[in-house]
């Protein structure tokens, strides 16, 4: 199973939970990778085992339904973790510290005894987070009383902001680098935050045996693990992820759920999106989908197009209508719209599976829509006609004038750096000028314009000439 940024690959992650039975309908279809109309899958990602630094790849998350300001606060206080922060923050009072802003051996020995804690683990969490958030002071002449001298005087922003600084505390510990790690298991925590954000996909829970499974697919994977390491792993495993479990429990985000699974809190609900979010992942609220679900086919078409509306809204949108249905709507949207409306319906129908053959085979009828359905047609392993050479240059030249369609500025978009230099491209470019596209024109100037390459600028800026001189 591979990584994207700090998350599981979902669209592997979908399969294992299919295969092992795991999910209702919420984490089925839901899980909508990438951009909509883009179709990139997410690139095998790294870790903190030395293996290569993965991609920032966005995923797609289904919406969650948060709970009110309030609760969520009112609920902070009732963390362990949190009220033990506290009563260390009281204990320690004004005191000298070691080298490094810890407690001296002999405190912290006391603090364990006096407090109850687990152990130096937990006590070295423990103090990360109130001095991080202010509970406690550093100075050179040792711990004091911090700027937060209590909790309850907060208001319910307040809180969470605290609530947020803590979950990052927790987070940051089990980063590469930080000493003692978090769960005591070097795999466990370089997979604890993908751990976390694929509980978050699946709002019924996992069972630890899904979770144990996707970490070893996903180690193996992404740092290159032989059958050894992997077998020694997967032996140990299921106690380091109970372990992990355990102290993401006594920190407040995950709880038991039915039928032995694992479930996010609504703390941690709140607190994975807060950082899913940081990562640039689109991560919704059901409140900012559902304004999407009942606008017509246009309307949401446009507002992926402009990027209003996150693939996370098209999947709602798409969730509430028959596959045969939406994919009607989308195609005559497509078939009278400019190539930008064209490349994101083409995207979108790219979720929709055979259900949809019977609306998706009559745009074969259509000039402007006949290569897209085919395409689909062919990907699902269905009859369709056979698209040529030329419909593929047709096809290149729609999907870079869906470009001009973006929000972005054309000088500066990243797709026309993707485009590969070499014999290839400077060919396709030579070739597009003979394409009956309405497009053709103003894309090759464009590329003159603007791509990367010399070559590649100079074979556009002929093609552009040619097909000038061809038009009556």
């Given at each position: 199973m591979t990584k994207s940024g700090n998350v599981f690959d979902l669209g592997d992650l979908r399969k294992l939970i299919d295969e092992l039975g795991e999910a209702g309908p919420q984490a089925r279809g839901s899980l909508l990778e990438g951009s909509a109309g883009t179709g990139d899958a997410p690139a095998a990602g790294g870790h903190a085992c030395d293996c290569p630094d993965c991609g920032s790849d966005m995923l797609s998350f289904p919406p969650v339904e948060l709970a009110g300001d309030a609760e969520l606060a009112g609920a902070v206080l009732s963390v362990p973790l949190v009220a033990d922060a506290l009563r260390l923050a009281a204990w320690t009072g004004t005191r000298p510290v070691a080298p490094g802003g810890l407690l001296l051996d002999g405190d912290a020995q006391a603090a364990l005894r006096e407090l109850g804690l687990a152990g130096p683990a937990r006590l070295h969490l423990l103090w990360v987070v109130a001095v991080n958030t202010g509970l406690l002071g550093i100075t050179g002449t040792g711990a004091g009383p911090g700027t937060l001298t209590g909790l309850s005087g907060l208001t319910g922003t307040a809180l969470l902001e605290f609530w947020d600084g803590v979950v990052m505390d927790v987070l940051d510990r089990a980063d590469e680098g930080q000493e003692g790690g978090l769960t005591g298991s070097v795999v466990?925590?370089?997979?604890?935050?993908?751990?976390?954000?694929?509980?978050?996909?699946?709002?019924?829970?996992?069972?630890?045996?899904?979770?144990a499974k996707g970490v070893l697919q996903s180690h193996e994977v992404a740092c290159e693990a032989g059958p050894a390491e992997m077998r020694h792993l997967a032996a140990v495993l299921p106690d380091e992820l109970a372990g992990a479990l355990d102290l993401l429990t006594y920190c407040g985000l995950v709880e038991a759920a039915p039928h032995g699974r694992v479930r996010l809190t609504p703390l941690g609900v709140w607190a994975v999106r807060q950082d899913l979010l940081r990562e640039g992942h689109d991560a919704p609220t059901t409140d900012e989908v559902d304004v999407f679900a009942d606008l017509g086919a246009s309307e949401l078409v446009e507002a992926a197009t402009s990027g209003a509306a996150a693939p996370s809204a098209v999947a709602v949108w798409l969730e509430r209508r028959s596959p045969d249905a939406a994919a009607r709507e989308l195609i005559a949207v497509a078939v009278a719209g400019p190539a930008g409306a064209r490349g994101t319906v083409a995207g979108i129908l790219e979720e929709l599976g055979p259900e949809a053959e019977t609306a998706v085979r009559e745009a074969l009828d259509e000039p402007m829509m006949w290569r897209y359905a085919a395409s689909w047609l062919h990907i699902r392993d269905l009859p369709a006609p056979c698209l040529s050479g030329e419909d593929n240059i047709w096809i290149t030249v729609d999907t870079l004038a869906a470009l001009t369609c973006l929000p972005q500025s054309i000088g500066t978009i990243a797709e026309l750096g993707a485009l590969e230099p070499g014999d290839d491209l400077v060919r396709v470019v030579e070739e597009m000028a003979a394409v009956e596209h309405p497009d053709t024109l103003s894309v090759l100037e464009m590329l003159g314009t603007h791509h990367p390459e010399p070559a590649v600028a100079k074979a556009a800026r002929k093609a552009a000439m040619k097909a000038r001189s061809s038009q009556p």
């Open positions: 466990m925590d370089d997979h604890l935050a993908e751990v976390l954000a694929t509980i978050y996909s699946v709002a019924d829970g996992l069972a630890p045996a899904t979770l």
